[in-house]
């Protein structure tokens, strides 16, 4: 009986290790650095709300890639402008609207795998936001 015990034991490990290993393999693929497909990814979800931009950063820290890293520095930018310019009296009114036609016009250009900078304000969010 204790050796019935072991074997199955041995053999439970064995199947466990295998199954890591494979698992290891299988998140390697859909996860790859240099795959176009993560950095897109991590560029649609920054777009969608804050918490999807947190998400994505989190995504991007782990696997960084330039398209990616590219579309938080750009989406952190808008969300920030759209907060900025909605403390404006006169301007604010319409801060909502400016900034949701910026985040959409960015949300295409990267669901497009396009680079493009923000209208006006991208090469500046792009050169504060360059940690990220």
Not at 107 to 126: D, H
Request: with cysteine; aromatic share 10%.
């Amino acid at each position: 009986m204790a050796d019935e015990n072991k074997d199955f034991g041995k053999d439970f490990a064995d199947d466990a290790k295998k199954a890591a290993d494979d698992f290891k393999e299988e998140v390697k693929k859909t996860f790859d650095p240099n795959s176009p497909d993560n950095g897109k990814i991590v560029a649609i979800i920054a777009h969608l709300t804050i918490i999807g931009w947190v998400v994505a950063l989190i995504m991007n820290s782990q696997n960084r890639t330039e398209f990616g890293s590219f579309y938080i520095r750009q989406t952190l930018g808008i969300w920030l402008l759209t907060i900025v310019l909605g403390i404006i009296p006169i301007v604010g009114c319409f801060a909502a609207v400016i900034g949701l036609v910026l985040i959409i016009m960015s949300l295409i250009n990267a669901a497009s795998n396009k680079m493009n900078l923000t209208v006006v304000v991208g090469e500046y969010f792009q050169d504060w936001f360059k940690g990220l």
